[in-house]
């Protein structure tokens, strides 16, 4: 089975510009996170959808970042204005249920100069 | 951390050898998985073990599980150089949230 696609790899962008994000998930899965991932730290959960509904967004700095996921399939994370301490990378995942593995994406990683 | 640790943060071991890593988390879980990431690339899945279950083998891994303690650990045997990555545990909370811990950087020498 295909696995859960991330676009662009990298990125390098000034700061106040904006930047998206893409993923594709594994068919079928209903759940899909985003996660941040600074360098030397442990993922951090920034947004989680069940189909095309938020579930979690608590971490996610709303005044700068905003996620979708239309017709629960693909999603995009936009950054907007970008700050240098968004320098990271990306994370895509999803996952059939609660019970089983989340499937990650290579990630993109984004920096900000 | 507000979450949960990792410990410790980085290991370094002979090829042959064990390692062991651990884990500490701060609320009721459904389960708690492991998983590995080699530098620059994604995270891949190792083990997952259900709330219910107190030990579980795939394997060279073992991973233990103490709701009561809320404490997790994961056992590499016969350690190989390949094994040198980042490990991190990530427990399942209920409403399919999962949190990561900080992450072990595992040094296999050769």
């Known amino acids: 089975e295909a696995g859960v696609a991330q676009s662009p790899r990298y990125k390098i962008i000034e700061k106040r510009q904006s930047v998206a994000f893409w993923c594709n998930p594994i068919s079928g899965h209903a759940t899909l996170y985003w996660y941040q991932q600074i360098l030397g730290q442990g993922p951090k959960l920034l947004i989680q959808f069940q189909n095309n509904g938020v579930v979690d967004d608590s971490q996610l700095p709303k005044d700068r970042f905003s996620a979708e996921r239309l017709k629960g399939v693909d999603s995009t994370l936009k950054i907007q204005p970008a700050k240098l301490e968004d320098s990271a990378v990306y994370l895509c995942?999803?996952?059939?249920?609660?019970?089983?593995?989340?499937?990650f994406g290579q990630g993109t990683r984004l920096t900000v100069v | 951390s507000q979450q949960g640790e990792e410990d410790p943060q980085a290991l370094s071991i002979q090829e042959g050898e064990n390692a062991t890593m651990n884990c500490s988390y701060k609320t009721s879980i459904n389960n708690l998985q492991w998983y590995r990431q080699n530098s620059g690339r994604g995270l891949v899945h190792l083990i997952l073990i259900r709330s219910n279950e107190r030990e579980k083998h795939s394997g060279r891994l073992r991973v233990t599980l103490d709701t009561s303690k809320k404490s997790s650990s994961l056992l590499i045997t016969a350690s190989r150089a390949a094994d040198t990555a980042s490990y991190f545990c990530?427990?399942?909370?209920?409403?399919?949230?999962?949190?990561f811990g900080a992450g072990t950087i595992l040094r296999v020498k050769s």
């Open positions: 995942a999803s996952r059939l249920g609660p019970s089983t593995e989340a499937f």
């Open positions: 990530a427990w399942g909370e209920y409403g399919n949230k999962l949190v």
